[in-house]
């Protein structure tokens, strides 16, 4: 490491002080204000471990399920939860349930094609919740398999096993989706008028994970988090990761970055951290829970987690053109204080904004991943591997 830290402490040493119940612990927006007023020294001095999270809609999610042998036995061939397609290509009895994929012959899709109402994210919830699910399936019959079809009711607790496994969790930053076209837009991004009648953004601002270490120095493949209401781990890079973006002086990224895989015990979650979700003239999603402690290792490590949302900037994009037709253009950049001041300014208009992270749900992450560690429940882990492109950006 070329700088000499005037602070330094390990994960280890956190760890030892969680035990002894004399770790001190801050989620993002208590740390932030608390660097603004002593300076990232001093509180890297105070402060051991950050809490961060985020609530949000995110569509690359699911869960690999088995659901058991059946007498006589079975290899699936389809598969439907609560008529929504799960993908048998993977053994006998083991599944995967997209959260975007549809039910079949849903009823707004009867009416309004390319609306749905239910999909996997609302299996995965109504399972946490403990609600039964309908299981089908057919099969093309072996020796050893020869069962046909199957159909029964089944409950999370009576599979065998149950893994919220999410190929991209997390995003590092997102655009700001506007529509400059004359047409209402339905989008992943919610609903967006037409000329520039609102501005959406899916991202917590400093409470965000990833925002608080832009360079993935603290989080890599192992580490520890809040996942959908237990305890998770980020086990690779997520899908669309990358790592060389346009950043701030800081380092922060102003447009999407990395993401993570994430994952966890489905057994072990609540439903109020899973919640299904439709998004008008889109599709379904899955809004997910989500949080991770960052160390303070040093006075490096804790002026990034202090970071607060002026100093966290975020790409401005229009969705009637740019967006779906791949032009890299953006309409300036914005920060997480203006966009959580309810406006903002573009092309010289003032331009409501509208959060699809709910704040309020991203506060209560951070708080119970504090709780957590203050009171012994859960340990900081030191990541196994770093996530690609980490080494790419050598502690300043």
Same mark, same amino acid.
């Given at each position: 490491?070329?700088?000499?830290?005037?602070?330094?402490?390990?994960?280890?040493?956190i760890n030892k002080k969680i035990e002894k119940g004399e770790v001190v612990v801050l989620?993002?927006?208590?740390?932030?204000?608390?660097?603004?007023?002593?300076?990232?020294?001093?509180?890297?001095?105070?402060? &051991?471990?950050?809490?961060?999270?985020?609530?949000?809609?995110?569509?690359?999610? #699911?869960?690999?399920?088995?659901?058991?042998?059946?007498?006589?036995?079975?290899?699936?061939?389809?598969?439907?939860?609560?008529?929504?397609?799960? /993908?048998?290509?993977?053994?006998?009895?083991?599944?995967?349930?997209?959260?975007?994929?549809?039910?079949? &012959? &849903?009823?707004? =899709?009867?009416?309004?094609?390319?609306?749905?109402?239910?999909?996997?994210?609302?299996?995965?919830?109504?399972?946490?919740?403990?609600?039964?699910?309908?299981?089908?399936?057919?099969?093309? #019959?072996?020796?050893? /398999?020869?069962?046909?079809?199957? +159909?029964?009711?089944?409950?999370?607790?009576?599979?065998? =096993?149950?893994?919220?496994?999410?190929?991209?969790?997390?995003?590092?930053?997102?655009?700001?989706?506007? =529509?400059?076209?004359?047409?209402?837009?339905?989008? !992943?991004?919610?609903?967006?008028?037409?000329?520039?009648?609102?501005?959406? !953004?899916?991202?917590?601002?400093? %409470?965000?994970?990833?925002?608080?270490?832009?360079?993935?120095?603290?989080?890599?493949? #192992?580490?520890?988090?809040?996942?959908?209401?237990?305890?998770?781990?980020?086990?690779?890079?997520?899908?669309?990761?990358?790592?060389?973006?346009?950043?701030?002086?800081?380092?922060?990224?102003?447009?999407?970055?990395?993401?993570?895989?994430?994952?966890?015990?489905?057994?072990?979650?609540?439903?109020?951290?899973?919640?299904?979700?439709?998004?008008?003239?889109?599709?379904?999603? %899955?809004?997910?829970? $989500?949080?991770?402690?960052?160390?303070?290792? @040093? +006075?490096?490590?804790?002026e990034w987690a202090g970071l607060g949302d002026e100093d966290i900037f975020a790409q401005?994009? &229009?969705?009637?053109?740019?967006?779906?037709?791949?032009?890299?253009?953006? /309409?300036?950049?914005?920060? /997480?204080?203006?966009?959580?001041? #309810?406006?903002? =300014?573009? $092309?010289?208009?003032?331009?409501?904004?509208?959060?699809?992270?709910?704040?309020?749900?991203?506060?209560?992450?951070?708080?119970?991943?504090?709780?957590?560690?203050? @009171?012994?429940?859960?340990?900081?882990?030191?990541?196994?591997?770093?996530?690609?492109?980490?080494? %790419?950006?050598?502690?300043?």
């Amino acid at each position: 490491m070329a700088k000499e830290f005037k602070v330094r402490r390990t994960v280890e040493e956190i760890n030892k002080k969680i035990e002894k119940g004399e770790v001190v612990v801050l989620t993002a927006e208590e740390f932030s204000k608390l660097v603004k007023e002593v300076g990232p020294v001093q509180a890297a001095k105070e402060v &051991d471990v950050v809490t961060t999270g985020t609530f949000s809609p995110m569509c690359s999610s #699911g869960a690999f399920i088995n659901f058991g042998h059946t007498v006589p036995t079975i290899k699936a061939h389809r598969v439907w939860l609560n008529d929504v397609p799960a /993908y048998a290509g993977l053994a006998a009895v083991d599944i995967y349930i997209g959260a975007a994929e549809p039910r079949e &012959d &849903d009823p707004l =899709n009867r009416v309004f094609p390319g609306q749905f109402l239910y999909g996997g994210g609302h299996v995965i919830h109504d399972l946490v919740a403990g609600k039964k699910v309908l299981l089908r399936a057919t099969a093309y #019959g072996t020796h050893c /398999y020869p069962r046909k079809s199957l +159909e029964m009711e089944i409950t999370l607790q009576d599979m065998v =096993n149950a893994v919220l496994c999410n190929p991209r969790n997390a995003y590092q930053n997102y655009n700001v989706a506007i =529509n400059l076209g004359d047409k209402i837009l339905y989008t !992943y991004m919610g609903i967006l008028k037409p000329r520039l009648g609102n501005a959406n !953004y899916a991202t917590a601002g400093c %409470l965000s994970p990833l925002l608080k270490d832009p360079y993935l120095k603290t989080i890599g493949i #192992g580490t520890r988090i809040f996942l959908g209401g237990a305890k998770g781990y980020v086990v690779w890079a997520g899908t669309q990761h990358r790592m060389e973006v346009k950043r701030t002086e800081m380092g922060v990224p102003m447009q999407p970055a990395a993401t993570l895989m994430v994952l966890g015990n489905l057994k072990e979650m609540k439903p109020e951290w899973l919640i299904g979700t439709s998004h008008l003239g889109y599709g379904c999603s %899955l809004a997910v829970g $989500l949080g991770i402690p960052i160390p303070i290792l @040093n +006075e490096q490590v804790a002026e990034w987690a202090g970071l607060g949302d002026e100093d966290i900037f975020a790409q401005v994009v &229009d969705y009637s053109h740019d967006y779906p037709n791949g032009v890299k253009r953006n /309409y300036g950049f914005v920060s /997480y204080a203006e966009l959580k001041s #309810g406006k903002i =300014n573009i $092309l010289g208009k003032e331009v409501p904004t509208v959060p699809l992270t709910s704040l309020i749900k991203s506060r209560q992450v951070a708080e119970i991943l504090k709780e957590w560690i203050k @009171n012994g429940e859960m340990k900081l882990t030191e990541p196994v591997a770093p996530l690609p492109g980490a080494e %790419l950006f050598p502690m300043r």
